[in-house]
């Protein structure tokens, strides 16, 4: 079997300072994770709560859609009475739609916060849950919110 040792005699000390610059580029590197860390997880936590409280206000509108709908059905049923004009109708008609596209928008806007805190996790957002009040309590939530060292 070849046997082949190399030994280098450090006389002016460039092996030892590689070694302390290499210790220094990672101890630089370990401070500047903790430097970063605590704003990653404030972002973390505000983009969660932004979900959150878009839940809630998804479900007061929704059931104003549903408010909504129902007042339309009565106005119709009194201008087909003719107790109402059309323009009540109409204006029925007009606040069911903003009340439905007030449901849209905050989905969307659900949906941009899920995918912006799956990258803040280092997730992808296709396979990433938040829980939700509609959700199972199964699901996975970001573990800054439980404690966790990790940032999710």
Do not use: K
């Not at 430097?35 to 404030?42: D, F, L």
């Not at 997730?123 to 699901?139: A, I, K, M, Y």
């Amino acid at each position: 079997m070849p046997l082949d040792l190399s030994y280098e005699v450090d006389l002016w000390g460039r092996v030892r300072r590689a070694n302390e610059s290499a210790r220094a580029l990672a101890d630089a590197a370990a401070a500047a994770y903790q430097t970063v860390a605590p704003g990653v997880q404030a972002d973390v936590a505000q983009v969660y709560f932004q979900i959150r409280s878009l839940s809630v206000e998804r479900a007061i509108v929704s059931h104003s859609v549903e408010t909504r709908r129902a007042a339309l059905d009565l106005v119709q049923t009194r201008f087909s009475g003719g107790a109402s004009g059309e323009l009540d109708v109409l204006r029925a008609e007009a606040e069911l739609a903003a009340a439905e596209s007030d449901v849209l928008t905050i989905d969307q806007r659900q949906a941009q916060l899920r995918h912006a805190l799956a990258v803040l996790c280092g997730q992808l957002p296709e396979g990433f849950f938040v829980f939700d009040s509609n959700q199972s309590p199964g699901v996975t939530t970001p573990a800054i919110l439980s404690g966790s060292p990790r940032i999710c």
